[in-house]
């Protein structure tokens, strides 16, 4: 190949790239990805969906699995964590449990890493958002097919009830 023929590829293919960049509808006008922000471009910026409500029904929900720190079934907006106060412990700590008939944090959570009960709620129990959360009053975006032990247990034995 010459090196003519090599430039005049080169400009071709660079002519080409620069008429799909500039062609109107390709690929700035491509839709978006549904799911997570259904309708609207990839470049359009669509007003954020306004911020839901925390559910705040204080029913205890179900857990997935024992070991699971259970969600906070209710709201804990303005409740201040630091070095100084902990707003969770005004009602969840020992001694403050039976006063507010909030579930006392459990044992693990006067433990260290070596499993040893301690006096006071343990340091690495301090922060509760780390493993506790609220919930949102919406639908899950991405449907989930987790199944908890029961059900797990329960369709082992309906596949070998089945003849
Ligand atoms: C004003 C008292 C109060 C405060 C403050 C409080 N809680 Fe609660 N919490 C409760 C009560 C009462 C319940 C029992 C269910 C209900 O009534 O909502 C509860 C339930 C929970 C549960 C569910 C326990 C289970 O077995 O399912 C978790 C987890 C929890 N709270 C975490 C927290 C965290 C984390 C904070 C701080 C961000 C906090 N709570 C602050 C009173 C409180
Ligand atoms: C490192 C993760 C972690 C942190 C931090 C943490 N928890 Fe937990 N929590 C758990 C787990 C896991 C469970 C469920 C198993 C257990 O009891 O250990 C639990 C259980 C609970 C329960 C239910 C207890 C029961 O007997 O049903 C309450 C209430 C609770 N936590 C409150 C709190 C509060 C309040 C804080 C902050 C002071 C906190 N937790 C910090 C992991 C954590």
Sequence with gaps: MTA????????????????YA???G??????????????GTLTQELP????????????????????QPPTIPHSIRGYHIDKNSNKCLSCHSRANSALTQA?????????????Q???AVSPRRYFCNQCHV????????????FKNID???QDEINRKQKP
């Excluded at 003519?4 to 008429?19: D, E, I, K, M």
């Excluded at 700035?28 to 309708?39: S, T, V, Y």
């Excluded at 944090?105 to 070596?114: A, C, E, G, V």
């Design 117 to 119: 009960a301690l006096a």
């Design 48 to 67: 954020a969906p306004p911020i839901a409500e925390e559910e705040n029904k204080d029913l205890k929900r179900e857990r997935n699995y024992p070991e």
């Design 103 to 115: 579930p006392m944090i459990s044992i693990t959570h006067y433990m260290d890493r070596d499993g």
């Design 4 to 19: 003519r023929t090599l430039s005049l590829l080169v400009a071709l293919l660079l002519g080409v790239s620069a008429a």
């Design 22 to 24: 500039t062609e109107p």
């Design 151 to 153: 059900q797990v247990l």
């Design 134 to 145: 609220p919930q949102q009053d919406v639908k899950p975006l991405i449907n989930n097919s």
């Design 26 to 39: 390709y690929p700035l006008d491509a839709p978006a990805p549904d799911g997570r922000r259904a309708g």
